[in-house]
C-alpha cells in the first residue's frame, strides 16, 4: 500500500448504530487529520493530530470520536450520528517540519446515515 | 476566521481555449496549496506556492501567488477533457494547523 488508504470506501449506517471509520498512512509522516466534506460547503476541518496528541476538535458534536494510536493510524468512532452527518470524509496526513504544510488525502469513505 | 473565496465556482469551456481561476481571502497565509478532486475520491495536490509573487508551472497549469500571500490563481492553457474536475485551493497557516478550503471550482472541458 502507499499513500493514504481509509476503509471502509462506503458506509450506510442507522442513527443507532455504532461504527468506525479507518485511516492508514504510508508516507511516515507524523501529523495526520479529519476533515467532513458535504455538498455545497467547503471542506471543513474536524479533527488535527500532531505527534499522536489532539491539537485541535474544532467544536465536533461529541458523537464523532477520533482515535490516534500510532502517527501511522487514525480512527473516527461514529455513534448516535444524525441524517445531516452524510458526506464524504477524508483522512490526511502531513510532515510537520521546516516546511510541514502539504497535506495529502485519502480517498474518503462516504458515510450515508438513514 | 480565514476565508478562501474561489471564482468561478462552475466553469464549462470548449477543449482548446484557456481559463483562470482566482482564490482570493482577507487573511495572509504561509503557504497555498491547489487540489484537484475527482468525484468520489480524495483531493490530490497540484502545487504549493510560499513566497508572495511566486509562479508556478506544471506543464500546461501555471500557479501564481498574490505579493502580499492573499491569493492565487491557477491558469490553465489549451484545456484538456482531462482536466475536467473540482479545483480546490487551500491556505494554510504554517505547522499542524489544519487547511482552509475554499468551496472549489467545477471545471468541465468538452471535446
Known amino acids: 500500500e502507499t499513500g493514504v488508504t481509509q476503509t471502509p470506501r462506503h458506509l450506510v449506517m442507522g442513527m443507532t448504530n455504532k461504527k468506525s471509520l479507518k485511516c492508514e498512512q504510508h508516507?511516515?509522516?507524523?501529523?495526520m487529520y479529519w476533515y467532513k466534506q458535504s455538498a455545497k460547503k467547503p471542506l471543513e476541518l474536524m479533527f488535527v493530530?500532531?505527534?499522536?496528541?489532539?491539537?485541535e476538535n474544532n467544536s465536533v458534536p461529541s458523537r464523532f470520536s477520533p482515535e490516534c494510536p500510532n502517527s501511522s493510524h487514525l480512527f473516527l468512532h461514529l455513534h448516535t450520528l444524525q441524517p445531516e452527518d452524510s458526506a464524504l470524509y477524508l483522512c490526511a496526513s502531513s510532515f510537520l517540519g521546516p516546511a510541514g504544510y502539504e497535506q495529502y488525502f485519502g480517498p474518503g469513505t462516504r458515510l450515508t446515515v438513514t | 476566521t480565514q476565508l478562501l473565496e474561489q471564482s468561478p465556482q462552475f466553469l464549462s469551456i470548449q477543449e482548446g481555449e484557456n481559463l483562470t481561476v482566482y482564490c482570493n481571502s482577507s487573511?495572509?497565509?504561509?503557504?497555498l496549496q491547489w487540489y484537484r478532486q475527482e468525484p468520489g475520491e480524495g483531493p490530490v495536490l497540484l502545487v504549493t506556492v510560499v513566497t508572495g509573487g511566486e509562479v508556478k508551472k506544471l506543464k500546461r497549469l501555471t500557479f501564481q501567488f498574490g505579493d502580499a500571500r492573499k491569493d492565487s490563481s491557477l491558469h490553465i492553457t489549451a484545456a484538456q477533457p482531462g482536466d475536467t474536475g473540482l479545483y480546490l485551493c487551500a491556505g494554510s497557516g504554517g505547522g499542524a494547523d489544519g487547511l482552509t478550503f475554499g468551496k472549489g471550482t467545477h471545471l468541465i472541458i468538452q471535446p
Open positions: 508516507l511516515g509522516h507524523n501529523a
Open positions: 493530530y500532531s505527534l499522536e496528541e489532539r491539537v
Open positions: 487573511s495572509v497565509f504561509s503557504s
